[in-house]
């Protein structure tokens, strides 16, 4: 398959863009900045990064996997599968209505393509993860599964037990990513409950943890989303952790 050039992805984020103001002005609800702050990063994972098919099943045997923890950024996520294939972009304009399969937060139970677990209760989508890569494990398969988690759920205790067990168990084919934007619904991080030093905290737990300092430059994020990719399939980290700041969000 032909890889996309820089410039086209740079017009699929910009159309992932106006997706997600669509969405969420057409309702009055959602919410856009977490969406928007993501946008060149799930491009980059979906256009880019992860091998998989968009003849979706549950299991995704012999594919990447995207597990979305903070699932409020829903809109992101559903423009970019449906420009990636996985249902039809028309769908987008049912965002948020009754009988939708585009809920506020994505639900399993709808059956939407690409969905693979229930969002909305924060700091759980590491742990589930986590299951996701060991089954692979145990299944011989050797694909990666890759998390998002805004920083703010990082004040949930879940993550944190997630983060111990994966070290500890040496789960090495998980990348987790963090949206690093200081921001969450009741203000700032630090005003909330402060994060400190997330490096140093990851890096505690015994995670390897790499930065994009430049949280919307589509080439900043691919670089080190591959650097992260091949440092686990060639030095067998015992797991990758992945920090970006998203400016837009």
Known sequence: MKMPTINELK???????????RMVSAVNSGHPGGSLGCTEFMTALYQEVMDYSSEFNMVGENEDLFFLSNGHISPVLYSVLA???FFPVSELAT??????RLQGHPTTHEGLPGIRMSA??????????IGAANAKKLNGDKHLVYTLHGDGE???????????????????NLIATIDYNLKQIDGATDDVMPLGNLRAKFEAFGWEVLEVLKGNDLESIIAVLKEAKAAMEKAKLARAGFRAAGSGS
């Open 11 to 21: 017009d699929f984020s910009t159309q992932v863009r106006r997706d997600i103001v």
């Open 83 to 85: 420009r990636s294939g």
């Open 95 to 100: 965002f948020r209505k009754i009988n939708t």
């Open 120 to 129: 909305g209760s924060l700091g759980q989508g590491l742990s589930v993860a």
């Open 154 to 172: 990082l004040q949930e205790g879940q993550v944190w037990e997630a983060a111990m067990y994966a070290a500890g168990k040496k789960v090495d």
